[in-house]
């Protein structure tokens, strides 16, 4: 029977499950660190891209103004999904009434250079 008990607090680390003394934060199994769950601040921040304001790296959303914090999208800021299309159907299509314009003259010019006779 040993009198260790009592007061004596332990935690498992959160990397490997070892037992680790409560007041040790660096796990001495498997050497993860573990912020004290007390400590203000030790989650990275960044700041919202709304509102600036600082919010811990894993919130998705900022408590400050209520919006998304992480973008994640696939498109520019600021180019509507639809205007990105037209520009990218825009150049083939200039491109076919180009070539179907000269076309014919192309041929008639070849013609007249007596290639085709
Ligand atoms: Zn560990
Ligand atoms: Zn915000």
Do not use: K
């Amino acid at each position: 029977m040993s009198a260790a008990a009592g007061n004596e607090r332990v935690r498992f680390c959160m990397q490997c499950g070892e037992v680790v003394a409560f007041d040790v934060r660096t796990c001495g199994a498997c050497g993860h660190y573990e912020p004290h769950p007390d400590e203000p601040g030790v989650e990275p921040e960044r700041p919202c891209p709304h509102c600036a304001h600082g919010n811990p790296v894993s919130l998705l959303f900022c408590p400050q103004c209520g919006r998304e914090v992480d973008g994640g999208g696939g498109l520019p800021a600021g180019v509507p999904w639809d205007e990105a299309a037209e520009r990218d159907a825009g150049a083939p299509a200039y491109l076919m009434i180009a070539l179907a314009l000269a076309a014919p003259l192309a041929l008639a010019a070849a013609i007249a250079a007596g290639w085709l006779t």
